[in-house]
């Protein structure tokens, strides 16, 4: 991507040799596994001890290299001066400087730009990114998947397509309500309980609003070509549907009547007191009703339940099934919300206008392709596909493409910040001095382009991708 606006770049005479290790990977044939499994424990080995001898010595493994960075004034979203001299040597810094802005304001990522393509046609190509958390940073697993897409979405807009890559965040209910009950409480000793739950939920919406964009400057700095005009939160995309339930065998087809019969059951009342009630998320629109004002009605509405896209329909349904006026109606809302999982399913449709009948929605849905980790399966895809058909008639998307699952450290982890294991991507592209856990000498620049390369070039699937690798060629 840069690296090849650098090469353009490149003054008349002047030649990138590839040299000994990229003459090696362009010609060398596929080898059997278990010597290339070979060779890699030597290569590792020969890395570790000499790394160890070094560190024996009060020597460091690298020098960190001279940073040239690009200091030709340059306001954002105007175009990069290239007329400049280059560098003698290749400098990340230098070449990635000031394009990614200029991208943005030129367009370029909109799928309104195909006007402008002399080779379009009229063919369509749309995918969404799996909303990553928003109380979390993107790791190297998410860089996997955001150099896949990205490649995709380029070579699709490079064939003429009309291409939209959709950009989001999911809410990660209960991860960000622990996440502000503990700020509430070390900062103004408050309990979520202390709270009314507007004035809670207010709380969370003011977290979410100053922790900004960290994620969405991260896919920046990875180079990812997304339409952020359409970015969607998780919790703007749901527009609640009061329909009553069937259940159907998905087997025989046939109608589950309901059957009381007795039945034995663990005691939780203690247990659901110290449980942890979720506030922040979608609040299921269902009411319970009950008639103060009525007396013919009164005392018999411990159970009666009304469901409503909003307080008002819920309150006319109450009235039409029950034959009173609405003004001795009182209700309650159910205080649970949807499951997190049941708002991310929602994303594909949702995010594109549903349950309106707009122009992004009749363009770009279905999605051409999902492409997501293999671990995601059954939480987050089989739910799609199931509320997509649900609700929308379609299959969600044409295709699902599975990345494996990057981890880190022996026995093979899964790469995740609650267990603290996770490398940060633009640790790896901007380089970093500081020691951390498996760098002890810190990581040099590498750049975009070096990470999202290395990334991609490794052919995995189905296994576990192991982070860790980048000890032996970041730290040595």
């Known amino acids: 991507m840069f690296l090849w606006l650098w090469r353009r770049q490149l003054r008349p005479g002047s030649r990138l040799h590839p040299g000994a290790w990229g003459r090696a990977w362009l010609s060398s044939p596929v080898r059997d596994r278990a010597g290339k499994e070979r060779r890699q424990r030597r290569r590792a080995e020969e890395i570790e001890g000499r790394s160890v001898r070094e560190e024996a010595r009060g020597e460091q493994s690298w020098s960190e290299p001279e940073v040239i960075a690009y200091c030709v004034p340059t306001p954002p979203g105007e175009k990069k001066d290239t007329s400049v001299p280059l560098p003698d040597s290749y400098s990340p810094q230098y070449v990635e400087a000031a394009w990614y802005p200029w991208w943005e304001q030129q367009g370029f990522f909109k799928p309104e730009y195909h006007e402008h393509l002399p080779h379009r046609q009229d063919t369509s190509f749309s995918l969404c990114i799996p909303p990553p958390n928003v109380t979390g940073s993107l790791h190297l697993g998410h860089a996997l998947t955001v150099a896949i897409q990205d490649a995709v979405v380029r070579w699709r ?6 291409v ?4 989001g965040c999911d809410h990660a209910g209960i991860a960000t309500q622990v996440v502000v009950e503990k700020q509430l409480w070390r900062e103004r000793g408050l309990r979520r309980q202390d709270l009314p739950r507007a004035e809670f939920l207010g709380e969370v919406w003011r977290w979410k609003e100053a922790k900004g964009d960290e994620i969405y400057n991260q896919l920046r700095r990875l180079g990812s070509s997304l339409d952020w005009d359409r970015a969607c939160f998780t919790m703007d995309t749901v527009s609640c549907h009061g329909n009553g339930c069937m259940r159907f065998p998905r087997r025989s087809g046939d109608v589950v009547e309901p059957l009381l019969k007795s039945q034995w059951y663990v005691q939780c009342q203690q247990l659901a007191t110290e449980a942890m009630a979720l506030w922040w998320g979608h609040r299921i629109p269902a009411y319970r009703v009950s008639f103060p004002g009525s007396r013919q009605l009164e005392g018999h509405s411990s159970e009666l339940w009304v469901i409503g896209r909003s307080e008002e329909e819920a309150r006319s349904n109450a009235a039409k099934q029950h034959g009173i006026a609405e003004s001795e109606i009182t209700l309650t809302q159910d205080n649970d919300v949807l499951d997190t999982w049941f708002s991310s399913a929602l994303f594909p449709f949702a995010a594109l206008g549903w349950p309106q009948e707009t122009a992004d929605l009749r363009n770009f849905y279905p999605s051409s392709l999902l492409e997501t980790g293999s671990d995601l399966i059954f939480f987050w895809v089989a739910r799609m596909v199931m509320l997509g058909q649900e609700l929308t008639g379609q299959l969600p998307f044409r295709q699902v493409g599975s990345v494996p699952l990057s981890g880190a450290g022996f026995p093979r982890a899964k ?19 500081l020691e ?4 002890p000498h810190g990581i040099p620049e590498c750049g975009t382009d070096a990470l999202r390369f290395s990334l991609s070039s490794h052919k995995c699937q189905g296994k576990q991708w192991q982070g860790l690798k980048y000890r032996y060629v970041l730290s040595v």
């Open 415 to 433: 790469m995740s910040k609650s267990l603290g294991n996770v490398i940060d991507p633009l640790d790896v592209i901007g380089g970093i001095s």
């Open 164 to 167: 939209l890559w959709l950009p």
């Open 157 to 162: 807009r490079m064939q003429g397509c009309r």
């Open 436 to 439: 951390k856990r498996d760098f």
